[in-house]
Structure formats: C-alpha cells, structure tokens
C-alpha cells in the first residue's frame, strides 16, 4: 500500500458536507509578544510540546504525533479512529528505479482488563521523487487505522518502526472509551478533512489533523468535527476558546437540528483571530463538556509562538533586509499586522496557505541543526549551518583525510559559482570560513536574497 504522500493542504471540506455554526462574537487579534515564555531548545524537541497539548507523540529515532478521533458505532460500541503523521526525514531512503523509497511499519493495540488485545499491524511504503523530498520535516507522511471496540477503559499502544534496522519509536496512551447516549455530542476531532455522517453504521471518511496546529499569518485554518446523537429538537452547544491565561477569545455555537441520530458539523478557528500561543477550546458545558488543546504558532511545521525567538531564528533568512529591520523594530501592537505583511511578501505561491519559503527554510535549520553538533551547541548556529541554511545542500562537498593537522572542508555551489573552504584544527571541533570563502558566500547570499524563491 502506497502511503498518502506530499504537503497535506488544510483545504476547505465541499459546501455540501459543511453545517455551518452559529455566528460568535470575536476579540481582536492577540499581539504576538504577548505569549508563553518558549525556549529555543524547546523548539528542537517538538515532542514536547505535542505531549503537553496531549497528542500521541512518540520520541526516539522514528518520531510522530498522533491523536484519536471518538464516535458512536453500530449497536452499542464505539468507533475510534487512530491517526499518525510523520515526517519524511525519520525514515531511512534509498535510491529505487530513479526515486528514493522507504518503508516503515505501524503495530497497534488496544488492550483490556479480562479481555484479548486488539492488534493490528501494517507495513507501508513511501516513494518521492528527490532528495530533497527526503529531507522534508514537515508532517508528509500520514496513517490512519480505525477500531469498532466496546465502551470501556483501554490502553493504546502505538509502535513506528523501520523494518530495515532495530530504529522504532513507541508511545502509550491509557484511554476512557465512551458510550453515546441520546443528546450527546462527540469529542471534538481535528480534521484537514471530513465528510459527515448521518448514521452511526456509515463509515468515517476523514483526513485526521495529528498536530492540529495553526500557522499565524497566513490563510491556515484548524477544522473541528462533533457530532451530535439523537437530540429531540434543536440544540446550541457553546464552543469557548481561551488563550494561556484563561482569557476567550473566541465564542461560538453549534446548531444541532434535531431529530435525526447523527448530525455531523464543522468548527473553524482562523490563525488570524487568536493569539499566539497554546489554546484551550471547550465544546458544550458541565460535566459533559469535551477540551482539547492547539497552538498557533508563526508556522505550522515549526512551532514558535515567542516573537523574540522568531527574529532570532530568522537571521539567515534570505529577503530583502528591510522586511527583517521592520519586524525587529516594531512595537508591540504592530507585531501581527507586519508578521502577516512579511508572509506575504514572502510567500512564493500565494494560492496555497503555506509559505513555502518560510517551510524551506525552516526545514534547513532543522537539518542544520542535527548535522552540525559535531562543532559543539546548536548546530544552525554554525558557520556551515549559516552556509547551509541560505545555500541549501552543496553540488560537491570535500573533506580533508583525518590524518591531516588541519582540517579543511569544501563546498561547491555550481548556480552561485562559489566554491566555499571551512578551516579548523584537528582536535578542535569548529569550523571557519576563510576570509576569502567569507567574501563569496556574502556574494552568493546576495543573489539569494534578492530572489529568495529560486531555491
């Protein structure tokens, strides 16, 4: 089986499949250097922020974040539907008929009390077109599995493995699985997209939403789906979102018609709306009331909600100086308002809700930052990592043999017409442009940064 491959656009579900909430009432736009302190070397263990907004995030060689979607199902059991996402870079590729693949195998188990376990395993195959595509940290690979089990308490183990070495990842999750009775609603399910049931027996057609974080700036959005059971006539469940000190931001309600057994319908919460940082949502009230965390983040690939951090991540971002200088000096109040101006004079396809020079980007410091520990710190603050983060991968790379004193590392770049030398001494781990490499590479950013979307 082929997996679900490239950028999982968060698209609009057709209008025919969409019920539409009730109209709420909305604060203004939260400024983004109002948020929860965030570390940088928080920002290189995303697992930890996935596990703190409760998602099923597995650390280790393979890692992936997962959640679980909870629905009535047929007679008296409940369905769940488990789903996973990755990225392409935690697998191991190798070259196949002219593309790279890769394979990697999911085991899972629910288990009970008194009960045999629930297992099922299953190994896929991911296939792209370069390398490049290797490399890719965003979330790229999806899986999704889905279980018909009776209303109890059971744990979920999740395993990622790499059938072709011992590298695997695991999680485990305890999980309180309901029963839906009349004038219930479902737990709120992240989705990139849906299409709504009206019986409890059709099956759930959804593209989960693992992460379900929203990119701040752009046209991002994060969809909602509950569902409603057999209300004897029309309903309104409220729909709060609170910001990390406890402050709504948002109020809305779903509108449930009534006298049918599953009414399904769709929460939006734009990125433009809410401020950055953690955010609670609760869906209906009291006891019965569902909440669930998400984040808005300056991109949804890399989630950074701290607006200092963010400048410092940028200093090798290949644009024009002034659209930096302009988000240096702002003042508090104008920080979102030149965010979303930077997006988009950054932004190479304006069609998509990405910005993909922003993801590339990022994507590189992230590589940056893993390849180059050997010169001590944080990788992508080496001089190879600036290199490498404008740059991009070289077409030659040389390196001097280990019984030299000196070290010397070459770098060729064929589009630029730069060939770049790092020195340093043996025993001596970092690594230094020459002056002379300093002079071309400045020349080389130079053209990169007035077209930042050649690369």
Known sequence: MESLLGRMLVRSVPLALLCACAPGRQT???SPGTVTDQTLSELFSLSSVYQRLGRLAGTGPIPFVGNVAILA???DSTLLEVGLSFENRALSFQRDQ??????YRVDMSLSRTGASPIAVSKTEVVRVGSFQETQRNEESIFFQQEFLVAPGSYVLTLVVRDPGSSAASR???TLEVPAFGAGSTSPPTMVYEVRSRTSVADSFH?????RGTVSHGGRDSLYLYVEGYRFSGPTRVPVVVRDDRDSVVERTEIEFAGGKAVEGRIVRLGSDAPPLGELSIVVGEGPSAHK????VSFARGWVVTNYENLLSLLRFFPTEQGLLNSLRGAKPADRARLWKQFWVATDPIPETAENEALDRYFTRLAIANERFRDEGGEGWRTERGEVFITLGEPDQAFETPPATDRRLVRWVYNEYRAVLDFEGTMGFSRLRLTPSS??????ARARASRDPRRR
């Not at 002219?98 to 394979?103: D, E, I």
């Not at 959804?206 to 693992?210: Q, S, T």
């Not at 669930?292 to 984040?295: A, D, N, S």
């Not at 300093?438 to 020349?443: G, H, I, K, L, N």
Request: net charge positive; aromatic share 6%.
């Open 171 to 173: 999680v485990e999750r």
């Open 292 to 295: 669930l965390k998400t984040l």
């Open 73 to 75: 199902g047929r007679g």
């Open 28 to 30: 203004p736009a939260g």
């Open 98 to 103: 002219g593309t790279f693949a890769a394979r």
């Open 438 to 443: 300093r002079s071309e590479f400045a020349r």
């Open 206 to 210: 959804v593209v989960l939403n693992p």
